[in-house]
Structure formats: C-alpha cells, structure tokens
C-alpha cells in the first residue's frame, strides 16, 4: 500500500521509484506486467506474458482488465485473435462501464454484448454481474481452469456502471454539461458492489458486523498511513531522470 500510494505521489519510494505514476504502475516481481495510460495498450501485453507462459510449460495464467472502450480498439481484435489461435493461457475480462471517458458505449459500438465478439475468434464470452463479487470470481475460475487446461483464452464481459466521473474536477455535474443523469448515478450507488458484498456476508453470517466494522477501520488506517507515507516521501532526484526507463 504504501509503495503504491508513493507512485501515486510521483515518489522516488514508489513502485517505479515515481517514474510511472498512476498509469504505469507495475511491480514484475508478483506478475504484475503494468498498467496502460494507452487505451488497449495492455492487452496485447496479456498475449505475449500468456505466450511466454506457454514456452516455458508452466501452469501461469494472464489477465488483461480492460475498459468497453478498449475493446473497440484494433489491439482488442489482434490480441484475442492471436490468443485464441495459439490457444494461450489468457483471460480477457472487458469491464464493461458504458462510458469511454464521456461517451456512452452506445454510441460507440452496434452490439449490446461486448461477450458476443467472442464467437469471431471461436472461444467462450461469457457475461456476468460485475457488481457481484461471487460471480466474477466463478466465471474466473471458470476461465482459469479453461486457460490451465489448455483449451485457450476466454473473453469475460463484467457488466457495470461507474460511481464517480472519468476525471477528477470535470464537466459531469455541472449545470447544462450534465453526460449522466442524477437517476443514473443514484443507481449506481445503490448498485455498490462493496456494499453488496457486506449485505451478503452478513445476511449468510459468514462475518459478523462487527468484525467488519473493525476490517473497514483496520483498511483506512493503512491507507491513511500510506498517504502519509507518501506525502512524507522524496521527490525522484533529477539525477536519475534517465535511469530505469527505456527508448
Ligand atoms: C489510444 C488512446 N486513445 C484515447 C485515450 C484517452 N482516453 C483515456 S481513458 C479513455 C476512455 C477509456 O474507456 P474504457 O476503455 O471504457 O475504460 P474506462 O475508463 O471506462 O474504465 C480515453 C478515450 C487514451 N488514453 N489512449
Ligand atoms: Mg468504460
């Protein structure tokens, strides 16, 4: 956490020791190949770790989190393309929020189902609540299994909605400049999938209310204490601007 609150910062304590920021964020040494400030940009990323995987005959698996409008970018259609012919250990899983920054999806596409493009490479699309944590988890597992077993990639459509804006301080609620109506994003509240979680959890007993009362006050402490952290932490030093990055 607070490795990753510094990166957010810009901080040399960070990740990436400040140099990527929110965006690029990676720490190869649990897997975790980096994010994309371009929109598409990680999928492809997905396919070569699933090939690398492949090469050298372990049981890995790669995930690509991409966006509804990604998956209208030429990399979707080449990744899942190349994926599905070489039957690569792969998950795409496409959160789809119906909106690309301010557009909504259906503007920006024919179909309803992003799952449906699956068929065109010959593999499983699944859809699935992506507001209902146990079901993401079971059509993973699903597509894990899948993906160990050799049978190839799998394309999991999480349907969504988004609980804030794209960006902080933009035209969203303003008068007039409105692209989401108050029903909706009142919707989206009540549609929580946290908030879901803990009804659940606690209507199946499986955690008392307390305990997680405790968990949700044991959370924002650590992330408080990563802000600090952060806030506390150095700049990068001008020194080490070409350091760790590559052209
Ligand atoms: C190739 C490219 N085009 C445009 C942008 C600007 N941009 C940043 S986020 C975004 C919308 C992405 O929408 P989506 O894939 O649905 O992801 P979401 O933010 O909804 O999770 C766009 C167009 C970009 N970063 N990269
Ligand atoms: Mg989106």
Redesign the pocket.
Known sequence: MNRMMAELFGKATGYCKGKGGSMHIADFRIGMLGAC?????GIPVAVGAGLSAYYRGTDQVSVAL?????AN?GSFHESLNMASTLKLPVLFVC?N?Q???FTPSTKAMNIQDIADRAVSYGIPGVKVDGTDVLSVYDAALEAVRRARNGAGPTLIEAKTH?RGG?AEGEAAFLAGQEYRLPDEVAASERNDPIMKLHIYIASHNLVSTTELEVMDHEISETVMKAVDFARSSPDPDTSSIYEDTWV
């Not at 400030?37 to 940009?41: D, E, N, R």
């Open positions: 400030g371009i929109v598409g940009g991409f966006g509804d409008g990604a970018e959160e929020n909106y690309g920054e988004r794209h």
